[in-house]
């Protein structure tokens, strides 16, 4: 785990200005991952598209695009909000599952390529826009994953289409004169060796045999970064040198040697640019338990209630003078009205008094992307650190007026939501 990019002063001087909850990006790193990746393969006809379901602040996309990175959508929503940073549709891979006609439809409409997910996603796209280029999602037998929960290939997903019916791939591409341009997958997600990777890529590799043509093969995504203090990072050099030995392989008997290799990586370029900062309002014991409740409820950050994650925790202190190193054991709780609304469970920090500032690393991916607004909380605000450490709001924080902003009131109460 790397050193925090930001300094105690600085949580101090955001969360004065902008309060708590914050989600806090640094530009910096997120531009250092990009460009791992984008330099991952430099001998081979690689691409990298970032999974943008991580965070798709119109702003951190821009940066994304600025580092010739291309992206993965997974709605129309995605989509609008990636055209509005500016990736023009050549550079838009739709990767939807189970959606509706008009939902493809609205891809389709706007030239960007989608990948079908199922033979029914597939007649319906055929049906839509026949004699169409058009993407496969496969199945491969096995999946990988640090929970149950993000497990995406294998026999207990949803996504793809298994292996054994290529054959009727192909017959409703024939059907529909649909030309089959590439074929992706994704294993799951935090793998912190290259094994899993390497093997699921052969595993593609062998499928895409099948396919002549190609123009290009993605692998997905799930590349890990290390979330506690004694992980060590993934070796991406390794990384690199298995992946192009297979590929250099494959390609000395595939009929496309200009096919593009593809990776769609999301956590790995987003999560260790984001910090969220919240404020410790209550210290308390209860049955020899110390928890330290904050305003870091389950609606701002869900990765640990859904998937049992871990989130590195420093904690800054608001007096300085009545800094204690004695170490404590705390549950980190939120202000959400479940037993288990809980961002870090019995962690050992140093002493924390009311009014401390809680960081919680490593929350880019995955962080605001999922908030809610349960119990009617509002989502945060969220702040770019840029090259120059000059700091930028890039999302306000809620208002009270933006949770009843759909609602179809009568006019008695449009009256007093104007007052």
């Given at each position: 785990?790397?050193?925090m990019w930001?300094?105690?002063?600085?949580?101090?001087?955001?969360?004065?200005?902008?309060?708590?909850?914050?989600?806090?990006?640094?530009?910096?790193?997120?531009r250092?991952?990009?460009?791992?990746?984008?330099?991952?393969?430099?001998?081979?006809n690689?691409?990298?598209?970032?999974?943008a379901?991580?965070?798709?602040n119109?702003?951190?996309?821009?940066?994304?695009?600025?580092?010739?990175i291309?992206?993965?959508?997974?709605?129309?929503?995605?989509?609008?909000?990636?055209?509005?940073?500016g990736?023009?549709?050549?550079?838009i891979?739709?990767?939807?599952?189970?959606?509706?006609?008009?939902?493809?439809?609205?891809?389709i409409?706007?030239?960007?390529?989608?990948?079908?997910?199922?033979?029914?996603?597939?007649?319906?796209?055929?049906?839509?826009?026949?004699g169409?280029?058009v993407?496969?999602?496969?199945?491969?037998?096995?999946?990988?994953?640090?929970?149950?929960?993000?497990?995406?290939?294998?026999?207990?997903?949803k996504?793809?289409?298994?292996?054994k019916?290529?054959?009727d791939v192909?017959?409703?591409?024939?059907e529909?004169?649909?030309?089959?341009?590439g074929?992706?997958?994704?294993l799951?997600?935090?793998?912190?060796?290259?094994?899993?990777?390497?093997?699921?890529a052969?595993e593609?590799?062998?499928?895409?045999?099948?396919?002549?043509g190609?123009?290009f093969?993605d692998?997905g995504g799930?590349?890990?970064?290390?979330?506690k203090?004694?992980?060590?990072?993934?070796?991406?050099k390794?990384?690199?040198?298995?992946?192009?030995?297979?590929?250099?392989?494959?390609?000395?008997?595939?009929?496309?040697?200009?096919?593009?290799?593809?990776a769609?990586?999301?956590?790995?370029?987003?999560?260790e640019?984001?910090?969220l900062?919240?404020?410790?309002?209550?210290?308390?014991?209860?049955y020899?338990?110390?928890?330290?409740g904050?305003?870091?409820?389950?609606?701002?950050?869900?990765?640990?209630v859904?998937?049992?994650?871990?989130?590195?925790?420093?904690?800054a202190?608001?007096?300085?003078?009545a800094?204690?190193?004695?170490?404590?054991?705390?549950?980190?709780?939120?202000?959400i009205?479940e037993?288990?609304?809980?961002?870090?469970?019995?962690?050992?920090?140093?002493?924390?008094?009311?009014?401390?500032i809680?960081?919680?690393?490593?929350?880019?991916?995955?962080?605001?992307a999922?908030?809610?607004?349960?119990?009617?909380?509002?989502?945060?605000?969220?702040?770019?650190?840029?090259?120059?450490?000059?700091?930028?709001?890039?999302?306000?924080?809620?208002?009270?007026e933006?949770?009843?902003?759909?609602?179809?009131?009568?006019?008695?109460?449009?009256?007093?939501k104007?007052?």
């Open positions: 785990m790397e050193e930001l300094t105690d002063e600085e949580i101090f001087e955001l969360t004065e200005q902008f309060g708590t909850p914050l989600y806090v990006y640094d530009e910096k790193t997120l250092k991952r990009c460009q791992e990746l984008h330099n991952l393969l430099p001998n081979k690689f691409r990298v598209s970032y999974s379901k991580a965070n798709s119109v702003e951190f996309l821009k940066i994304v695009k600025d580092e010739d291309d992206v993965d959508a997974m709605s129309p929503g995605e989509i609008y909000t990636q055209q509005l940073a990736f023009p549709k050549e550079r891979f739709f990767i939807p599952n189970n959606v509706s006609s008009e939902e493809m439809k609205y891809a409409d706007r030239g960007i390529l989608v990948s079908v997910d199922s033979l029914s996603q597939m007649k319906m796209y055929g049906q839509l826009n026949p169409g280029k993407a496969v999602r496969c199945n491969p037998s096995t999946g990988t994953g640090h929970h149950e929960k993000v497990v995406t290939a294998g026999k207990k997903t996504f793809g289409i298994q292996t019916y290529v054959d192909k017959k409703i591409a024939a529909y004169k649909l030309n089959i341009v074929i992706n997958q994704h799951g997600s935090l793998f912190l060796t290259p094994e899993p990777y390497v093997a699921g052969k593609l590799l062998d499928i895409a045999k099948q396919f002549p190609l123009k093969i692998f799930g590349f890990g970064m290390p979330y203090e004694n992980e060590g990072r993934l070796d991406l390794k990384l690199s040198a298995e992946l192009d030995k297979l590929f250099t392989e494959f390609l000395a008997d595939y009929d496309n040697k200009n096919v593009i290799f593809q769609e990586p999301g956590r790995y370029i987003a999560a640019c984001g910090i900062l919240g404020t410790v309002h209550t210290i308390k014991d209860n020899d338990t110390e928890y330290v904050t305003d870091l409820g389950f609606n701002v950050l869900k990765r640990p859904m998937y049992d994650s871990y989130h590195s925790i420093h904690v202190k608001k007096d300085t003078k800094k204690d190193n004695t170490k404590h054991t705390y549950n980190i709780v939120g202000n009205c037993s288990g609304d809980i961002i870090a469970k019995q962690r050992e920090l140093p002493h924390i008094d009311e009014n401390d809680i960081a919680v690393r490593d929350a880019g991916a995955y962080g605001f999922m908030s809610s607004n349960y119990n009617c909380r509002l989502r945060p605000a969220e702040v770019l650190k840029e090259l120059s450490g000059a700091f930028r709001l890039i999302r306000r924080r809620e208002t009270f933006d949770l009843v902003e759909c609602y179809v009131l009568d006019t008695e109460q449009k009256n007093k104007r007052a």
